[in-house]
């Protein structure tokens, strides 16, 4: 079996996602021939390109750079399968920078070699034996983890803090050659404390951040809350309809919810004072200290995030060198 469609692209319902052959020799064929028509597609973008003058040398250098730092990474971190890829690209990159130099006399030998290539390696591949069609359109996913129907949308109340802590990966036959990703409409579960889950509305909008990088930031709803009748755990589900193919293969990760954003400057709690009922903080110059009031935007247990707007002079800026901890603080205290 070789995949016609690559892990996390769209498929058309009834669109081929992979097709059949009798040895797994001809998926290797199939392999090789798909890397020479890239290198060859490759090549004719090079050789098209011919406007030397507008060729910016320090960007086509440091792609150079880029590709020999991913290459080397690959190899780094024991990533062999990508190791293939990335030397493919650093050689892309590095014949684009001949192209750009006007050194394109190579490229017309390279080209008739791997067209010769590509008819043999056409030649010797004999037809599948059958094809996997998709069954319904959307993005397609050769990973399948077991939950795909333990974890479903079609009741959300199901969804409870007992039910995910008890929920179990199924096996499936050795048939399954993947998964499709369909709907638009997702969803993700945050099991958090009942008072926690209180300050969630259903209905509200909020942003979520990821830790993916083709979605760093996703436009979430509140879609439902499900309270725990045994335990002080709730279960809040957040629908999203924004769907691409790293979020098709994801199944959990580090999410932090963002309610509200403000715009200011970050001090460690433990930093602030009170001084005749105005809160700030100590700042450091040279070694003398001083007290500069603050204005609270927000704060938790951990940080306090104050106002850059200040009619003062005296006033806490971006880089102050502000005091964390020490005893009997107060202004212009010298610091040996």
């Given at each position: ?97 001949q192209?750009?130099?006007?050194n ?37 996913v ?50 958090m ?23 760093p ?106 005091v ?5 603080l ?7």
């Amino acid at each position: 079996m070789h995949f016609v469609t690559s892990d996390g692209n769209r498929v058309a319902k009834n669109g081929v996602i992979a097709n059949i052959y009798d040895s797994e020799s001809a998926s290797i064929t199939v392999t090789e021939i798909e890397n020479v028509k890239n290198k060859i597609a490759d090549i004719k973008d090079i050789l098209s390109y011919n406007d030397i003058d507008a060729a910016n040398l320090d960007l086509i250098n440091s792609r150079v750079t880029e590709r020999v730092n991913e290459l080397v990474l690959s190899v780094s971190t024991g990533n062999f399968s990508g190791v293939s890829a990335s030397a493919d690209k650093l050689l892309s990159a590095i014949n684009r920078r001949q192209a750009a130099m006007g050194n394109t006399g190579d490229f017309s030998a390279q080209l008739e070699l791997l067209n010769t290539q590509l008819t043999t390696l056409s030649s010797s591949l004999p037809s599948p034996t059958g094809k996997i069609l998709a069954t319904e359109s959307g993005y397609f996913v050769s990973m399948t983890d077991g939950y795909e129907q333990v974890l479903t949308c079609q009741d959300l109340s199901l969804l409870t803090p007992e039910y995910l802590e008890s929920a179990s990966a199924k096996n499936y036959e050795s048939s399954v050659v993947g998964k499709i990703v369909s709907d638009y409409e997702w969803y993700i579960a945050a099991q958090m404390s009942i008072s926690e889950s209180l300050n969630y509305k259903e209905g509200q909008s909020l942003k979520i951040i990821t830790s993916v990088k083709s979605s760093p930031e996703l436009a979430v709803t509140v879609k439902k809350i499900n309270i725990s009748e045994t335990s002080g755990e709730a279960v809040v589900l957040f629908a999203c309809n924004e769907m691409n193919s790293e979020l098709a293969a994801m199944r959990s990760g580090p999410m932090t919810v963002v309610k509200a954003e403000y715009n200011g400057l970050k001090v460690d709690r433990k930093a602030l004072r009170v001084v005749e009922s105005q809160k700030g903080v100590y700042v450091l110059s040279g070694m003398q200290i001083s007290f500069v009031p603050v204005d609270i935007l927000y704060s938790n247990e951990s940080y306090i995030i104050c106002d850059k707007k200040n009619e003062n002079n005296n006033v806490l800026k971006l880089y102050d060198s502000v005091v964390v901890k020490g005893k009997n603080l107060y202004d212009g205290k010298i610091i040996s």
